[in-house]
């Protein structure tokens, strides 16, 4: 005989794909706002870079630097097409000014 409070193995299933569901749609907008603070360029001004040059430093698997200057990708371009977040807060706040809510929940559905 099986107790009649017993947790049926169905019962289960939804309840732990709730829980994962729940979790995911809370988290992604953290997720999000961690990856683009560690995908930001900084620039570097180097001891030869002018007011034409700079050295743009992209943190990646592979650390890159880029001397951008005449004749190459302006970077002055490049930083505006990107936002420089200060921190976590900042980030909250000025992901959805710039590319609307729903950014926040960008890769939901792959975590899905």
């Given amino acids: 005989m099986s107790k009649p409070d017993a947790v ?26 961690k990856t683009r603070l ?27 630097l880029c001397i951008c200057g005449a004749g190459v990708a302006d970077a002055s371009a490049i930083a505006a097409t990107r936002h420089h977040f200060v921190g976590t807060l900042d980030a909250f706040l000025r992901i959805p000014q710039y590319e609307g809510i729903p950014s926040l929940w960008r890769g939901l559905s792959p975590t899905l």
């Fill in 8 to 33: 049926k193995a169905s019962q289960q299933v939804v309840a732990s794909c709730t829980g994962a569901f729940i979790t995911a749609l809370f988290l992604t907008p953290f997720d999000v706002v």
């Fill in 38 to 64: 560690q995908a930001q360029q900084r620039n570097i001004y180097g001891p030869k870079a002018g007011l034409s040059q700079r050295l743009l430093f992209c943190p990646s698997l592979v650390n890159q």
